[in-house]
């Protein structure tokens, strides 16, 4: 019989997150680098993480109550971490997601412009850029189900539109 650990695969993949330290304080060495940042904290990984769990942009559409919901969710989350800083409502955490995701954003624009070198992504940069993709995917197909359900109702105004014009030269003949 073979020896179970050669050629078996991990336990565990790379994309896979352990329950425990879904939410934990970052490591020493991730705490350091963040100190090097005065507009990021310990506490904003602990929220992408949530955020990243709970999928607020994934809330419908158009009501107010659906995303603040998830971001309710996100706050007793983050609360019931012990390391996050204090405890905050939904909107304030809402208010630094859309900042963090914003700044993000920015960054990775003017990346862009810049000589394109490879760099060395922090669990921030990695978060954040995992969200902004999953948001952006998730407001492209909202956008094709829009397109969609638009062409639709042309096709029935367009045929709607037909059959009148040719019930009134029906009845035009008639007369």
């Known amino acids: 019989m073979a020896d179970s650990s050669e050629g078996s695969l991990p336990s565990k993949t790379v994309l896979e997150v352990d329950e425990s330290s879904a939410f934990s304080t970052p490591t020493k060495q991730q705490g350091e680098a963040q100190q090097a940042r005065k507009n990021f904290t310990a506490g904003d990984l602990i929220l992408l993480r949530a955020a990243n769990t709970v999928k607020p942009w994934e ?9 603040m919901k998830c971001f309710d969710q996100i706050a007793r989350m983050c609360s019931d971490t012990p390391t996050f800083v204090k405890e905050k409502p939904g ?3 809402r208010t630094r997601f859309d900042k963090l995701v914003k700044q993000f954003r920015e960054a990775e624009r003017a990346s862009r412009r810049a000589s394109g070198t490879s760099e ?24 094709e189900e829009k397109q969609c359900e638009r062409a639709k109702r042309d ?20 007369l």
């Open 91 to 93: 909107t304030s955490l």
């Open 59 to 67: 809330a419908p559409y158009g009501t107010a109550n659906g995303v």
């Open 155 to 174: 096709g029935i105004e367009a045929s709607g539109a037909l059959m009148r014009r040719l019930a009134m030269g029906e009845l035009e003949d008639e």
């Open 120 to 143: 060395e992504y922090e669990e921030r940069d990695v978060l954040l850029q995992d969200i902004v993709q999953q948001m952006d995917g998730w407001k492209s197909l909202r956008e």
